[in-house]
């Protein structure tokens, strides 16, 4: 299991919207010029650090806004969905265009079928989302809620400063 840290910002009645970069750190950290994470952050403002997390034993009324989680996701669930949504498309592109090149000679319908297999790699991999929207199996689920570290309440009366 790989597990994360990350901020409620949205509650649904069986899953919790988390946020789980900082932008805060983003702007502080070393690799920022190479990172493909604070480079997404940049361009569509957090809106796609923001990850479905589904409620397994929970109740959504046990959780609020700004709410610090834990949050984990199956290793298996992560590679494989690593696997997919990069070979996938290439794989399809790659013989639909050789299959179109045994048939129809020239670049012009060669790049056609690479184009038409990477859609239609697209397409598998958006109907495979979205038949497995709900599936516990591929999807990140709440291990704890944080507790709030608020202020703490001091005695003064019984101190020995008291006058």
Not at 50 to 71: H, K, S, T, W
Request: with cysteine.
């Amino acid at each position: 299991m790989i597990t994360e840290t990350g901020r409620v910002v949205g509650i649904d009645s069986d899953a919790l919207w988390v946020e789980t970069i900082q932008r805060s750190t983003c702007s502080s950290c070393s690799a920022q010029k190479g990172c493909g994470q604070g480079l997404m952050n940049k361009a569509f403002d957090g809106r796609r650090n923001q990850l479905r997390v589904m409620l397994q034993n929970q109740c959504a009324d046990d959780f609020n806004l700004d709410d610090q989680v834990e949050i984990c996701i199956p290793e298996r669930a992560l590679v494989g969905g690593a696997m997919l949504v990069y070979l996938l498309p290439l794989l399809t592109m790659l013989i639909s265009m050789a299959v179109v090149s045994q048939f129809i000679a020239g670049d012009v319908a060669a790049a056609f079928g690479a184009l038409f297999g990477f859609a239609g790699g697209l397409v598998v991999l958006r109907t495979h989302s979205q038949i497995n929207r709900n599936n516990p199996v591929y999807q990140p689920s709440v291990l704890a809620k944080k507790p709030t570290s608020g202020p703490q309440l001091v005695s003064v009366l019984n101190s020995p400063h008291s006058v």
